[in-house]
């Protein structure tokens, strides 16, 4: 996994986690589950990367 991969990943799930909290506070549902979503693909991205990594080792 690259350098840039992990700190577009890292930002993706800052974010998320940083609009969740901002939909908790404000009871804004729709936000909430955008950065749940954001968070959700930020990991899957993550996998994917850790997976290229073990078959290229």
Known sequence: MSA????K???QDAAGKVKEAVGEKTDNRDLQAQGQRDQVAA???QRGEHVKDA???
């Not at 840039?4 to 700190?7: E, P, R, S, V």
């Open 4 to 7: 840039a991969d992990k700190i």
């Open 9 to 11: 990943n890292a930002a």
């Open 43 to 45: 990991d899957a991205k």
């Open 55 to 57: 078959f290229k080792a």
